[in-house]
């Protein structure tokens, strides 16, 4: 076990390698001068090209990526062109954001996912049954946007519940330690302040939770129906254990690889594609930072972004490969 985590630690190097080389060629790729966006469009050209000398554009791309390459070996994202600072502080704030989000959603949506799929297989063909794998196709299709406002006109706005967009309330603004807000007001034993995060996450992290849950229920009825079949299954009805103990205990760790892998590949998903989200409710978080990145042309920002989520992504897609062990015994690493 401890040398395939040390030879897929090793694969982790060329992956991240070659996701800098294809993110640094797509991204200038993209039309549009960043000096010319800096300086406005009333900047003369002597003005741009000296811009373009102190920010290292003039030179070959080639050039600037292994440039940039070797400050990464440093631990070195950059400087952001647009805000004149390093790229490692400003990061970590909106990483953090985004992480919380992401952490809470996949929790809603395994814990409700998971037990949905469960009483759906064991409820098989009946009203239980249907419903649920009604409810989640519409959960798979339902566009994020649309149910983000949705949810904004009815709980923020009609019904006055919750709160509508950011992470807190900005007259009683966090002070942030870790940037991961729920851990923050814990350490500094602020509740009122631990309680107004949780009333701003409710409604994104719902959204962001839509569509991993339905997925994550069909997969585990697909896989609880399958494993339901199995002769140890029937010999454990013979035996007359409770059905929640054989559905719990047998059907359901066995049924889990499959489970977990739609897991993992939708918590890595979610730290990358929660920009819908973050835009809707004013999130600040990976999402709204490269976008904003975007539009202004800054090009190390936008490659530290990708760079940190794919780096995540993989780390993530590890995770599962270990825990594949944990739950099915069977599996063995040389």
């Known amino acids: 076990m401890f040398s395939y985590t040390i030879r897929r630690l090793g694969m982790l190097i060329p992956v991240l390698i070659g996701m800098t080389l294809i993110v640094f060629s797509i991204i200038h790729a993209i039309p549009g001068d960043p000096a010319q966006t800096i300086l406005g469009t009333r900047a003369t050209p002597e003005a741009i090209q000296s811009l373009h000398h102190a920010l290292g554009l003039d030179k070959p791309w080639i050039v600037q990526y292994f440039h940039y390459l070797k400050d990464l070996l440093v631990g070195d994202l950059g400087t952001s062109i647009r805000t004149n600072a390093p790229i490692s502080s400003e990061i970590w704030p909106h990483l953090a954001a985004t992480m919380e989000l992401s952490i809470i959603a996949m929790v809603i949506a395994i814990i409700i996912g998971v037990n949905a799929g469960i009483l759906s297989a064991w409820k098989q063909n009946t009203v239980f049954d249907i419903l649920i794998m009604v409810l ?108 929640s103990l054989i559905v719990y205990k047998h059907s359901l760790k066995n049924a889990f690889i499959p489970i977990l892998t739609v897991i993992g590949l939708q918590t890595g998903l979610l730290l990358g594609g929660a920009i819908l989200t973050e835009t809707i409710f004013g999130w600040p978080g990976i999402g709204s930072y490269i976008y904003n990145a975007i539009q202004y042309r800054d090009y190390p920002v936008i490659q530290s972004g990708i760079l940190v989520v794919a780096f995540f992504f993989v780390i993530i897609n590890l995770i599962v490969d270990l825990l594949y062990g944990f739950f099915d015994p069977r599996i063995k690493y040389r």
Do not use: C
Not at 144 to 167: C, D, H, M, T
Not at 179 to 203: A, E, K, S
């Open 136 to 243: 989640a196709l519409i959960g798979v299709s339902m566009p994020v946007f649309w149910l983000g406002l949705l949810e904004q006109w009815g709980f923020a706005i009609k019904l006055q519940w919750l709160p509508s967009i950011g992470r807190d309330d900005i007259r009683n603004a966090v002070d942030p330690i870790t940037n991961f807000y729920l851990i923050d007001t814990l350490i500094q034993g602020r509740m009122d302040q631990f309680w107004t995060v949780i009333q701003h996450l409710i409604l994104p992290a719902i959204t962001l939770a839509t569509i991993p849950m339905a997925i994550i229920a069909r997969m585990t009825r697909s896989s609880m129906l399958e494993v339901m079949k199995s002769d140890y299954i029937r010999t454990a009805k013979a035996k007359g254990q409770r059905m």
